[in-house]
């Protein structure tokens, strides 16, 4: 039971965090065109394209999860692409590069320290750890997806499993 | 089906979640492929092909209070223009709508006062690189090849020459003049720009815009101000045609 739970607030704070962070880099291209850039990984000519597709992905990653359809594959996507965000954060640390990650909009140069792309890496693990949880545990309530589903009520089956 | 639903009963699969599905992914789908479209329309540069300024009417003139004043001399309107040379945003516009601007001046239908600042020479590795380029700018416009100092307006502010904020490195002087030799600017804007004859005044100059700046209640740069109103110039694309 507590389980189906977790997996919903987890589904749901998962969902938040792409469209959130989705929503407020399509809100500014140019601050994300910048963002994009300041890594210094890409050259000049997938800045652009990188930059304006992002932010959709992100939003799609979070429809997805908050409708509940085909949340294991979603959580994986998400994992893998939070495991290249945090990727590049610490490659811009190690790298002695001072910017703003523009994780939730932001972005550019930026007066930051160590402790501050910790942070950031620190709440990307968090986010992590949602979209782990959920490819275990991808069945949730009020999800549409047939392998994504489950309800609050307990059948018998379940309890002779466990 | 795998053993572990016999332990796991699911509901039973049914048309209608398909068909729910399908709908869901199909609008996502949609969204998705139509927003990275849009998004893409919206940060391009418009005019794309133009160029930069090629009206032989149109004048430059460095004028005292060292603002650089680019147009034709009956030009419907006038704006000015804040910019720091290190500035990634104001980039971002010259990108955007450098060339429609300078289409729009072509046309005589606006002139521009560009105010070079150097508020960002703390964040370039030289430490005066935003004060030694609006020195170039100077040396560019005072020759009063309008075409010229179009090109290396543009030239400052493209991707390739750019230094990044906090970056490694920017540009020497003879590194500015190579690049306005390269715009098409004079012997003469070359030799200004490699000797730093026009620093000092330049510096004076960029304080006076930053204070014109303040004035203006425009919050940073890139800042667009047409009879003292503060244009949303980097959310609205089409300021240039609204002008």
Redesign the interface.
């Known amino acids: 039971m507590w389980i189906k739970v977790v997996s919903l607030l987890a589904r749901l704070s998962l969902a938040a965090v792409w469209l959130v962070s989705g929503a407020l880099k399509?809100a500014?291209?140019?601050?994300t065109?910048?963002a994009v850039?300041?890594y210094?990984l890409l050259p000049?000519d997938l800045?652009?394209?990188v930059?304006?597709?992002l932010?959709?992905?992100e939003?799609?990653l979070g429809?997805?999860l908050l409708?509940g359809?085909a949340v294991r594959a979603t959580a994986s996507v998400s994992a893998v692409l939070l495991l290249v965000l945090i990727g590049v954060i610490v490659s811009v640390w190690s790298r002695g590069?001072?910017?703003d990650c523009g994780c939730f909009g932001g972005g550019?140069?930026a007066d930051v320290n160590g402790w501050d792309y910790a942070r950031e890496i620190l709440r990307d693990v968090g986010f992590l750890a949602l979209a782990v949880w959920l490819i275990v545990f991808p069945?949730s309530p009020f999800a549409?997806?047939?392998?994504s589903?489950?309800?609050f009520s307990v059948?018998p089956?379940?309890t002779?499993?466990e | 089906m795998s053993s572990k639903n016999?332990?796991?009963?699911?509901?039973e699969?049914?048309r209608s979640?398909y068909i729910?599905?399908g709908l869901?992914?199909l609008v996502?789908a949609v969204?998705?492929i139509g927003?990275?479209i849009w998004?893409?329309n919206?940060?391009?540069p418009r005019n794309d092909g133009y160029g930069g300024v090629q009206n032989s009417e149109v004048q430059v003139a460095l004028q005292a209070d060292g603002v650089v004043l680019l147009g034709k001399p009956d030009a419907a309107t006038t704006v000015d223009l804040f910019e720091d040379p290190m500035c990634?945003?104001c980039a971002?516009?010259e990108n955007?709508n450098g060339q429609e601007l300078a289409q729009s001046i072509d046309d005589g239908k606006v002139a521009v006062r560009y105010h070079v600042l150097n508020f960002l020479d703390r964040?370039s590795a030289s430490g005066d690189y935003s004060t030694r380029a609006v020195a170039a700018s100077e040396c560019v416009a005072e020759t009063g090849d309008a075409v010229a100092y179009s090109a290396f307006h543009a030239a400052l502010f493209s991707?390739?020459n750019q230094p990044?904020?906090?970056g490694s490195s920017d540009h020497t002087n003879e590194e500015l003049a190579q690049i306005a030799r390269d715009a098409g600017a004079s012997d003469a804007a070359a030799q200004c720009i490699t000797t730093g004859a026009s620093v000092e005044q330049a510096r004076a100059h960029a304080e006076a815009g930053r204070q014109a700046l303040a004035a203006s209640g425009a919050t940073g740069t890139p800042a667009v101000v047409k009879d003292g109103t503060v244009i949303d110039a980097?959310?609205n694309e089409n300021w240039v045609s609204q002008l």
């Open positions: 399509v500014d291209p140019a601050q065109i910048i850039r300041a210094q000049e800045v652009r394209p930059a304006n597709t932010p959709f992905f939003i799609a429809l997805l409708i359809l590069l001072s910017i550019g140069a069945r549409l997806g047939l392998r589903r489950t309800t059948t089956q379940q002779v499993a | 016999k332990y796991n009963p699911q509901p699969s049914s979640t729910l599905g869901a992914v996502i969204l998705v927003g990275v998004q893409s919206r940060s391009k990634p945003y971002e516009l955007k964040l991707p390739a990044k904020e906090n980097l959310s």
